[in-house]
């Protein structure tokens, strides 16, 4: 157990807001509705069934394109401040250019905003959630620098129809699930795999187009609104197996690979990629036989421009790895892999979800927050995701545990110092879950996608979360009376 054996009861700050998060692939459905475009997830499963470990498709997934007034419902169940959803680029703009608008996307939209304004609940808005339209990826998609300006396009529609509404924007989820994943390993659409340069270049991309949509977000829109823009950056905790030096330092060198990739530039006083990267690209790159580095260059005008583009960091957190140095690095070459050249493991004290990859190990959450205190000097933090996933049932005993330790660890590194202003549980409900389909369960509620209504009924830990929520303390011995929802 945690440090607060020390038998306090902590309670959540006052104006801490507590939300849930989905993503529009993973819920939406509708996937050619009304004029809806198609994205790269829509060509890449059509193409490749095969790629879906379970071969299904988020084509009618939970269907909140029909179904988002029983979502904001079950969002009144719980009684949450906040709902982060994202907007589906090709459901606006079929064609991905601005030239062609689909009006029923927008209403879509739009009807969504105002059901939850009208229960006092803030829309939190990604832009961008891993759905390219898949006429941009046909043009190189995020490896290509155009897409900086097509995304600021994009945004400045999303800003002038809904900025009047909507207080929190984030550009982008996650850049290195877009770039590592979608362009290097090619584990995620677009399963572009040009291992080593691909996925820096993306890198670059997607910083330079959130930099110009903070732009002009920070001149025209926020004195308008009186929002705030940030950007979701996955930060999840990395510890060395032990404390032997080279595992120490591959530790120090991959939180770099990891979290300074993407917080560095925007967070820190000098801006720019992490040293520490810049030089093992440049000499990995060199003694591969290439004239220039990898990693693309930013220049001081992009520094500056990057530097300091956010309001807040979105940080989503799910869990911890150990890591070590190997002894012979055996990854391909070049790739990020390579660069990075290290071995992850978990230890054996820590639960195992559905997913493979994820582990409960709560200290991490505190920890990865004050590190993030202490090398970038108390940024503001929103965590917009941190979740657990089961088998399909109600009784979910492990998700309850995650979702309390985790905010267990949270109350403790808010009270020792860290700013973080809001959490979202990753996921209000089951939902497509890119390439492992519906076989990892990451819903407070679950989904019975045989049903054509895509029925949605709380487990119980919706009902722990509602407590949580209703008395902002963590009461580890509450259980909820019955499994029936109501409306408070
Ligand atoms: C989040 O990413 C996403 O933003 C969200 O859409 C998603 O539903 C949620 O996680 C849950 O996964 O299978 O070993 O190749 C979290 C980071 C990176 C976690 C990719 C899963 C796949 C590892 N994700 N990773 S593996």
């Given at each position: 157990?945690l440090?607060?054996?020390?038998?306090a009861?902590?309670?959540?700050p006052?104006?801490?807001?507590?939300g849930?998060?989905s993503a529009?692939?993973?819920?939406?459905?509708?996937?050619?509705?009304?004029?809806?475009?198609e994205?790269?997830w829509?060509?890449?499963?059509?193409?490749r069934p095969?790629?879906i470990s379970?071969?299904?498709s988020?084509d009618?997934?939970?269907?909140?394109?029909h179904?988002?007034?029983?979502?904001?419902e079950?969002?009144?169940?719980?009684?949450?401040d906040?709902y982060?959803?994202?907007?589906s680029?090709?459901r606006?703009?079929?064609?991905?250019?601005?030239n062609?608008?689909?009006?029923?996307?927008?209403?879509y939209?739009?009807?969504?905003?105002d059901?939850?304004?009208?229960?006092?609940?803030?829309?939190m808005?990604?832009?961008y959630?891993?759905?390219?339209?898949?006429?941009l990826?046909?043009l190189?998609?995020?490896?290509?620098?155009?897409s900086i300006?097509?995304?600021?396009d994009y945004?400045?529609?999303?800003?002038e129809?809904?900025?009047?509404?909507?207080?929190y924007?984030?550009?982008?989820?996650?850049?290195?699930?877009?770039?590592?994943e979608?362009?290097?390993?090619?584990?995620?659409?677009?399963?572009?795999?040009v291992?080593?340069?691909?996925?820096?270049?993306c890198v670059?991309n997607?910083l330079?187009?959130?930099a110009?949509?903070?732009?002009?977000?920070?001149?025209k829109y926020?004195?308008?609104?009186?929002?705030?823009?940030?950007i979701?950056i996955?930060?999840?905790?990395?510890?060395?197996?032990?404390?032997?030096?080279?595992?120490?330092?591959?530790?120090d060198?991959?939180?770099?690979?990891?979290?300074?990739?993407?917080?560095?530039?925007?967070?820190s006083?000098?801006?720019?990629f992490?040293?520490?990267v810049?030089d093992i690209?440049?000499?990995n790159s060199?003694?591969q036989?290439?004239?220039?580095?990898?990693?693309p260059?930013?220049?001081?005008d992009?520094?500056?421009?990057?530097?300091?583009s956010?309001d807040?960091?979105?940080m989503?957190?799910?869990?911890?790895?150990?890591?070590?140095?190997?002894?012979k690095?055996?990854h391909?070459?070049?790739?990020f892999?390579?660069?990075?050249?290290?071995?992850?493991?978990y230890s054996?004290?820590?639960?195992?979800a559905?997913?493979?990859?994820?582990?409960?190990?709560?200290?991490g959450l505190?920890?990865?927050?004050?590190?993030l205190?202490l090398?970038?000097?108390?940024?503001?933090i929103?965590?917009?995701?941190?979740?657990?996933?089961?088998?399909?049932?109600?009784?979910d005993?492990q998700?309850?545990?995650?979702?309390?330790?985790?905010?267990?660890?949270?109350?403790?590194?808010?009270?020792d110092?860290?700013?973080?202003?809001?959490?979202?549980?990753w996921s209000?409900?089951?939902?497509?879950?890119?390439?492992?389909?519906?076989?990892?369960?990451?819903?407070?509620?679950?989904?019975?996608?045989d049903?054509?209504?895509k029925?949605?009924?709380?487990?119980k830990?919706?009902?722990?979360?509602?407590?949580?929520?209703?008395?902002?303390?963590v009461?580890?011995a509450?259980?909820p009376?019955?499994?029936?929802?109501t409306?408070s």
């Open positions: 157990c440090a607060w054996s020390d038998g009861v902590r309670r959540f006052p104006g801490f807001m507590f849930v998060a529009a692939y993973q819920v939406e459905g509708g996937w050619d509705a009304d004029g809806k475009g994205s790269m829509d060509r890449s499963i059509h193409k095969d790629l379970d071969g299904t988020g009618v997934s939970t269907d909140s394109y179904n988002y007034k029983r979502d904001v079950m969002l009144r169940e719980l009684g949450v906040f982060r959803f994202s907007i680029w090709p606006v703009f079929p064609d991905g250019f601005t062609n608008k689909n009006e029923a996307g927008f209403q939209y739009n009807n969504l905003i059901e939850l304004l009208k229960y006092n609940i803030e829309p808005i990604t832009m959630h891993f759905d390219l339209p898949q006429k990826q046909d190189g998609g995020w490896a290509n620098p155009l300006l097509w995304f600021e945004a400045r529609n999303l800003l129809r809904y900025g009047s509404k909507v207080k924007w984030i550009t982008f989820n996650q850049p290195n699930g877009i770039c590592m979608g362009y290097g390993d090619g584990t995620m659409a677009p399963f572009v795999s291992k080593g340069i691909a996925e820096y270049i670059k997607v330079l187009a959130h110009r949509v903070w732009k002009m977000f920070n001149e926020r004195v308008k609104n009186k929002g705030s823009l940030g979701s996955a930060v999840n905790w990395l510890d060395p197996l032990n404390n032997a030096t080279e595992n120490v330092q591959a530790t060198e991959y939180r770099e690979f990891t979290i300074g990739l993407y917080v560095n530039p925007i967070f006083k000098t801006g720019d992490p040293q520490v810049k690209i440049a000499r060199k003694e036989g290439f004239r220039k580095s990898r990693l260059v930013l220049t001081s992009e520094i500056s421009a990057i530097r300091g956010a807040f960091l979105a989503n957190h799910y869990t911890t790895s150990l890591v070590s140095r190997p002894k690095n055996n391909p070459s070049p790739s892999e390579h660069d990075a050249n290290v071995k992850l493991t054996k004290h820590w639960a195992v559905k997913s493979p990859w994820l582990r409960s190990a709560p200290y505190y920890k990865a927050l004050i590190y205190n090398k970038y000097d108390y940024p503001y929103i965590i917009t995701e941190n979740g657990w996933s089961t088998d399909p049932g109600l009784d005993t998700r309850v545990d995650n979702l309390r330790s985790y905010l267990n660890a949270l109350l403790l590194a808010i009270e110092g860290a700013e973080v202003s809001g959490y979202a549980a209000l409900m089951d939902n497509f879950e890119w390439t492992a389909g519906l076989s990892e369960r990451f819903g407070l509620y679950e989904v019975d996608f049903a054509a209504e029925t949605r009924t709380p487990r830990s919706a009902f722990v979360y509602k407590e949580i929520i209703a008395s902002r303390i009461d580890e509450f259980e009376k019955s499994m029936q929802m409306l």
